[in-house]
């Protein structure tokens, strides 16, 4: 059933008058994505926030896959590791780069024996910056394809990625959504956004899906403002566009990592609260191995650890008697 076309302007309408709930809603669902650690430092500081996070249930947690699969075996032990000894649903991010369809599949066929049964398929980036993107000789050509390759290998759950300010290879959004509907009818469950700093970005592009066809559920992608500078940098590649005002509610703030940190939370918890108001129920974080921040929008968004959760909702019922 393709769900219903939504006026952005009443979002943003619905937004405003709808409050920010310190009680738990009982109906936000959140994911998590981390990238595979390089140093014992670092490997130390993911293992740290998977723990900080995990209390809060998560529906998955996926790991990245560097361009040119740089970080394959890096990123199957992570995931591995994840699923075997966490009780988390763990996903790996696959693609196509440099590698040929039955390198992809063995790939996909080691994380099955891994207990992995979600994959985030990706078409993936170049492996060297500035030149365009090519097919690998016998490799899948695009994401689209190497959804229908999984479909053909194992059950596997499959997420791939949506982008509201369309895909910097895309000709055009029209084009870029019809590559989302081919995704989408490949075998795809969910498509997961590039971040985004506006509501409207996600509301239209919802929207768009919806006319052309995609029903399946489509998850708002969060990042969290650690550095500006870094994300700005990020978003210039990626097309995503940086609003004037967050520019203006970073400044002065790169001696003040505490300050900064507590903008950042409100920044993005204010979004996701927008999201909601217009019917989001599911969000994912893009952490970058940090838990602070994610933790804290998930608080203040009434998402909070099974016991904590179980006695608010005990609390709110005796206030309701």
């Given at each position: 059933?393709?769900?219903?076309?939504?006026?952005?302007?009443?979002?943003?309408?619905?937004?405003?008058?709808?409050?920010?709930?310190?009680?738990?809603?009982?109906?936000?669902?959140?994911?998590?994505?981390?990238?595979?650690?390089?140093?014992?430092?670092?490997?130390?500081?993911?293992?740290?926030?998977?723990?900080?996070?995990?209390?809060?249930?998560?529906?998955?947690?996926?790991?990245?896959?560097?361009?040119?699969?740089?970080?394959?075996?890096?990123?199957?032990?992570?995931?591995?590791?994840?699923?075997?000894?966490?009780?988390?649903?763990?996903?790996?991010?696959?693609?196509?780069?440099?590698?040929?369809?039955?390198?992809?599949?063995?790939?996909?066929?080691?994380?099955?024996?891994a207990g992995v049964r979600h994959i985030v398929a990706l078409r993936g980036d170049p492996p060297e910056k500035g030149k365009p993107y090519s097919t690998h000789p016998g490799g899948y050509e695009n994401a689209a394809a190497l959804v229908e390759g999984?479909?053909?290998?194992?059950?596997?759950?499959?997420?791939?990625?949506?982008?509201?300010?369309?895909?910097?290879?895309?000709?055009?959004?029209?084009?870029?959504?019809?590559?989302?509907?081919?995704?989408?009818?490949?075998?795809?469950?969910?498509?997961?956004?590039?971040?985004?700093?506006?509501?409207?970005?996600?509301?239209?592009?919802?929207?768009?899906?919806?006319?052309?066809?995609?029903?399946?559920?489509?998850?708002?992608g969060i990042m969290p403002v650690m550095s500006f500078g870094a994300v700005s940098r990020m978003s210039a590649m990626c097309g995503t566009d940086v609003p004037s005002w967050m520019a203006t509610l970073f400044e002065g703030l790169d001696d003040h990592?505490?300050?900064?940190?507590?903008?950042?939370?409100?920044?993005?918890?204010?979004?996701?609260?927008?999201?909601?108001?217009?019917?989001?129920?599911?969000?994912?974080?893009?952490?970058?191995?940090?838990?602070?921040?994610?933790?804290?929008?998930?608080?203040?968004?009434?998402?909070?650890?099974?016991?904590?959760?179980?006695?608010?909702?005990?609390?709110?019922?005796?206030?309701?008697?």
């Amino acid at each position: 059933m393709t769900p219903p076309i939504l006026n952005p302007a009443r979002e943003e309408q619905m937004a405003h008058a709808s409050p920010l709930f310190a009680a738990v809603p009982g109906d936000i669902a959140v994911s998590f994505e981390f990238f595979p650690p390089k140093t014992d430092k670092m490997h130390a500081q993911l293992w740290s926030a998977i723990e900080t996070l995990a209390p809060l249930d998560p529906r998955f947690v996926s790991v990245t896959y560097g361009a040119g699969g740089s970080t394959r075996e890096r990123t199957h032990d992570t995931v591995a590791r994840i699923a075997r000894e966490t009780n988390m649903a763990a996903a790996a991010h696959l693609t196509c780069v440099e590698a040929t369809k039955e390198e992809v599949d063995a790939v996909a066929d080691a994380y099955w024996q891994a207990g992995v049964r979600h994959i985030v398929a990706l078409r993936g980036d170049p492996p060297e910056k500035g030149k365009p993107y090519s097919t690998h000789p016998g490799g899948y050509e695009n994401a689209a394809a190497l959804v229908e390759g999984l479909r053909k290998l194992h059950p596997f759950e499959i997420s791939v990625a949506a982008y509201p300010e369309c895909h910097p290879d895309s000709a055009d959004p029209q084009t870029d959504i019809d590559n989302l509907k081919r995704k989408m009818d490949a075998g795809a469950n969910r498509a997961i956004t590039q971040f985004f700093f506006e509501p409207d970005t996600f509301f239209r592009f919802r929207d768009d899906a919806a006319r052309a066809g995609i029903d399946a559920e489509i998850v708002p992608g969060i990042m969290p403002v650690m550095s500006f500078g870094a994300v700005s940098r990020m978003s210039a590649m990626c097309g995503t566009d940086v609003p004037s005002w967050m520019a203006t509610l970073f400044e002065g703030l790169d001696d003040h990592p505490e300050a900064r940190q507590l903008v950042s939370a409100t920044i993005a918890a204010e979004l996701c609260r927008r999201l909601y108001a217009g019917g989001v129920r599911e969000f994912h974080f893009y952490t970058l191995n940090r838990a602070e921040l994610a933790y804290a929008i998930c608080h203040l968004l009434g998402v909070r650890p099974k016991t904590d959760a179980a006695a608010l909702q005990a609390a709110a019922r005796e206030t309701a008697i």
